[in-house]
């Protein structure tokens, strides 16, 4: 049935009978407020345009016209908890644009969704609504789909109806199962929980399964599950020979599915070699050297498998450790090692391919590596070393630090001093520092009279950069005479909570340093009085505290003091 709605154009200078004019506005009155009555309009949120077309017949109708079909719609008899969708068209069959503003539903269970509003049909042009019903208890449920355009008699209305009917529904998870491989005399099982999801029992009345090698325990058919109840079966699957299984389990019941079929499906082997690690890289390596990796085959399947060729296909690297034919009986393994000496820069990718009697065979082995250039490089912690104003026959301390920064190990040869005052404290010459490597140097100050002084320190190695050469500066001052008014820098600080044999005192007069050792003994006491200082300079001080063991703590504070100019 189609319910054809038209508006058509008012003539001018035409008489309209008064009467007719109420007898239909009555009427029309009549029809909206009993369409009304019927349920409470919900108001349906649509998104999307959907199912637009064209008839391509010119329409006959003049003005506006709304043509809705099917005009009732009725989804009968449906599960609880399922749902149901039907098409409703909406046409415009005249010949000036259709605006569709409002689609609204009511009715319990029922919903819609549709174009996007508002809606604009040019003559013989479609739009469709989909109606959808999902009732939620055992009832016999009405409803509507009202539609509003700028059609004559808008809104237009759609009967809804239908019936939830309450039944039992058994679901199974998972449904579907995939043993993968499996190896010939051993067994994989997997567990499926079957679920009544309805509002009735469901008896359970058969299982039977299909698969060589499979089977079923953990529940005896018949039974029955209330609603909301579970039970669990076992599935298994133990093969006697190598192929592919598909199967199922099928479990017969009074259900709205009365059977529900799990499928299953496998490959069982005979034979299977497994490879640790799967993949890998040699890392950075340097030209000329070589680095190697471990690959551990082992047999995981059921039969002795045998491996025939093991093959790199990057240039560079070797294979060792087996002996081929190499057989290997369930459950054992053998150690391959992966050797590769970079002969250029550059980055390398490739795989090591496993050839044996094994299911799935040949087994590849990923590997890459990045060669680099051999180079050795010595870094030093600064490229000079100044000790500031040190008063002649007491001495000032600093340290120096040279670190492998190459790929190569780095060999000192030699570390050599010059200038007059300075002395090498520590000397590590015939030392070998790996890459990352580092090594420190002690140089001391000790002037023999006043005025400026420079040196070298000068290490010898087989690095790109050597020789090494770092410059030394002091300045030799002379000692205050007494009764000159020369200052004095008195210090304290709280005493170490852990037991250590004195504290050692560090002077610079820049704030970054370099800083050079006030003492060349430990001082017992929390304080130090440094009578060594100039008028009108700054000087900056931190402490350590040392152990027996001649081990250093952490630098104090930094603190700066400022020496009058008088």
Request: charge should be neutral; hydrophobic fraction near 40%; glycine fraction near 10%.
């Amino acid at each position: 049935m189609r319910v054809v709605m038209t508006c058509a154009p008012i003539l001018e200078r035409v008489r309209v009978n008064d009467a007719i004019r109420s007898r239909r506005f009555a009427l029309e009155s009549i029809l909206r407020w009993i369409s009304g009555a019927v349920a409470l309009l919900v108001i349906l949120g649509t998104s999307g345009c959907v199912g637009v077309t064209s008839k391509g017949t010119p329409s006959s109708v003049t003005g506006v016209s709304i043509e809705i079909s099917p005009s009732a719609v009725s989804f009968g008899n449906l599960a609880v908890g399922q749902s149901a969708t039907k098409t409703v068209t909406l046409t415009n069959t005249g010949n000036d644009m259709l605006t569709v503003s409002g689609i609204s539903v009511a009715g319990p269970g029922f919903t819609a969704s549709g174009p996007r509003l508002p809606l604009s049909l040019s003559a013989g042009q479609s739009a469709s609504i989909s109606a959808i019903f999902k009732p939620t208890a055992g009832d016999a449920d009405n409803g509507t789909i009202t539609i509003t355009s700028n059609a004559a008699g808008s809104p237009s209305m759609v009967a809804l109806s239908g019936t939830g009917a309450t039944a039992a529904a058994l679901n199974a998870t998972p449904s579907s199962i995939a043993f993968g491989s499996v190896a010939v005399g051993s067994e994989a099982t997997q567990t499926v929980e079957l679920a009544n999801t309805g509002s009735e029992a469901a008896t359970i009345s058969k299982v039977a399964f299909s698969g060589t090698g499979v089977s079923v325990s953990g529940m005896t058919a018949p039974m029955t599950l209330a609603s909301g109840q579970t039970t669990k079966l076992t599935v298994s699957y133990k093969p006697s020979s190598a192929g592919t299984l598909t199967g199922n389990v099928s479990i017969s019941s009074n259900a709205t599915d009365p059977s529900v079929v799990i499928g299953i499906n496998a490959t069982a082997t005979l034979s299977s070699l497994s490879a640790t690690p799967s993949s890998f890289s040699f890392g950075n390596v340097v030209v000329g050297s070589d680095t190697t990796q471990t690959i551990r085959l082992q047999n995981i399947g059921t039969s002795q498998v045998t491996i025939s060729s093991v093959t790199p296909s990057v240039a560079g690297v070797a294979i060792s450790g087996i002996t081929l034919p190499a057989h290997l009986a369930p459950g054992t393994s053998a150690t391959v090692t992966a050797a590769y000496k970079a002969v250029s820069a550059g980055s390398v990718a490739g795989k090591i391919t496993v050839t044996s009697n094994a299911v799935g065979s040949p087994t590849v082995i990923d590997l890459s590596a990045t060669a680099a250039a051999a180079t050795v490089q010595l870094t030093p912690s600064a490229t000079a070393l100044s000790f500031g104003n040190v008063t002649v026959g007491s001495s000032g301390t600093n340290q120096l630090t040279v670190k492998s920064t190459g790929n190569m190990n780095a060999s000192i040869s030699s570390v050599a001093i010059s200038g007059s005052g300075f002395v090498l404290g520590s000397s590590a010459a015939g030392v070998t520092l790996d890459p990352a490597q580092a090594e420190t140097y002690t140089v001391n100050f000790d002037p023999k009279a006043k005025g400026s002084l420079s040196g070298t320190l000068t290490i010898t190695s087989n690095a790109a950069n050597s020789p090494l050469r770092v410059t030394l500066s002091g300045t030799g001052v002379s000692a205050p005479a007494t009764g000159t008014g020369q200052h004095t820098v008195a210090l304290r600080w709280e005493p170490s909570s852990s037991a250590v044999t004195g504290y050692f005192v560090y002077r610079s007069s820049k704030p970054s340093g370099p800083y050079a050792q006030l003492n060349s003994s430990p001082e017992a006491n929390p304080g130090y009085s440094d009578g060594t200082v100039s008028d009108g300079q700054v000087y900056y001080y931190y402490v350590t505290a040392v152990n027996s063991s001649n081990i250093q703590s952490a630098d104090s504070n930094e603190v700066s003091v400022t020496i009058p100019s008088n």
